[in-house]
């Protein structure tokens, strides 16, 4: 739904603020890059512990690049 865009507390609040009661992330490196722990791993982290909302699933990625894996020649 929202892999295009950088996940962050903001839109997790707005999401909680829809009516989400439990949180599912896909690990695509554009929507959560998961190799970034100090920045972004632990800001998602410390917005679970602050807000309560249980993280539901944590989906493991398929690609390691930002384009879903998709050969250069067709980006």
Do not use: D, T
């Given at each position: 739904m929202l892999v295009k865009e950088?996940?962050?507390p903001g839109l997790l609040d707005k999401l909680v603020q829809g009516?989400?009661?439990a949180i599912e992330i896909f690990a695509a490196r554009q929507h959560f890059d998961y190799t970034?722990?100090?920045q972004v791993v632990?800001?998602?982290a410390d917005?679970?512990?602050s807000t309560g909302i249980p993280l539901h699933s944590l989906h493991a990625?398929?690609?390691s690049d930002y384009e879903?894996?998709?050969p250069a020649a067709l980006r």
């Open positions: 950088r996940l962050h009516g989400a009661q970034s722990r100090k632990n800001e998602i917005w679970f512990k990625p398929l690609y879903w894996g998709r």
